[in-house]
């Protein structure tokens, strides 16, 4: 048990997936594990272990923002053993190529600041995703003929920007969609050699204005799950 994480010692599994919103790790685990029990459920923050394929899973909320994924991301890997971090959420489309449904898997993550920016000092870091974890996802998409991109991405500090002009400066670059999370989870990993990637479905779209209604979310967010899940346990 620690501070935000209720789980006794052998409630975590290895593998843990990661979405924002605590609710929708309780309707993937109801979903895509078999005998999922919650195992953590401090400050509304559900956790929830089970079987997929036979082979143990953690589904657990993060909360939004790098802050809020570094706490619980620190607390499952030093406290519970956590090996394999995957984030799996939504993101902003910010590419003409990228359309609403569309998954991203994020093999860098660009920002402007992570609760790493203490330790980096003065130093650029670049976090990337683990690459046995990425090529395994888009083979896993590949099979399951899910529209998908790979590349940078940018997390950002904020919900509501208004740096028209660093948007536009990212889309240029060939960021692919925005969020607020990966780029502190691939740093705790790079710290802790662990393996992390993010799985991302596109809910909205910076460049058209087009967002996905919230009754149709569940259904493309299954694809996200289950190419993680696919990817966590490959080979």
Not at 66 to 89: C, F, H, K, V, W
Not at 93 to 122: C, H, N, W, Y
Not at 155 to 173: I, K
Request: hydrophobic fraction near 40%; include cysteine.
């Amino acid at each position: 048990m620690t501070v935000h994480i209720g789980a006794k010692p052998g409630d975590i599994a290895e593998t843990v997936l990661m979405p924002g919103d605590p609710y929708r790790a309780k309707w993937a685990a109801e979903t895509f594990l078999q005998d999922a029990v919650c195992v953590n459920e401090v400050r509304g923050m559900l956790g929830f272990t089970g079987t997929w394929k036979g082979n143990r899973v953690t589904i657990h909320g993060s909360g939004m923002g790098m802050p809020s994924l570094s706490i619980y991301a620190n607390e499952l890997i030093r406290d519970y053993g956590a090996q394999t971090l995957i984030r799996i959420g939504s993101c902003g489309g910010m590419q003409d190529s990228v359309k609403v449904r569309d998954v991203i898997v994020a093999m860098t993550a660009s920002s402007l600041s992570t609760p790493s920016s203490g330790i980096f000092k003065e130093l650029n870091f670049a976090p990337c995703a683990d690459w046995s974890l990425l090529k395994a996802a888009v083979a896993a998409a590949e099979a399951k003929g899910t529209p998908t991109h790979v590349g940078g991405i940018y997390s950002s500090d904020v919900f509501y920007d208004e740096r028209a002009d660093l948007n536009e400066q990212m889309t240029r670059h060939g960021i692919l969609g925005v969020e607020m999370e990966a780029a502190e989870l691939y740093n705790l990993a790079a710290r802790h050699g662990r393996r992390a990637l993010a799985v991302l479905t596109v809910s909205d779209h910076l460049l058209t204005g087009e967002a996905l209604p919230s009754e149709d979310r569940e259904r493309s967010f299954g694809d996200m799950v289950e190419i993680a899940l696919e990817a966590a346990f490959a080979g």
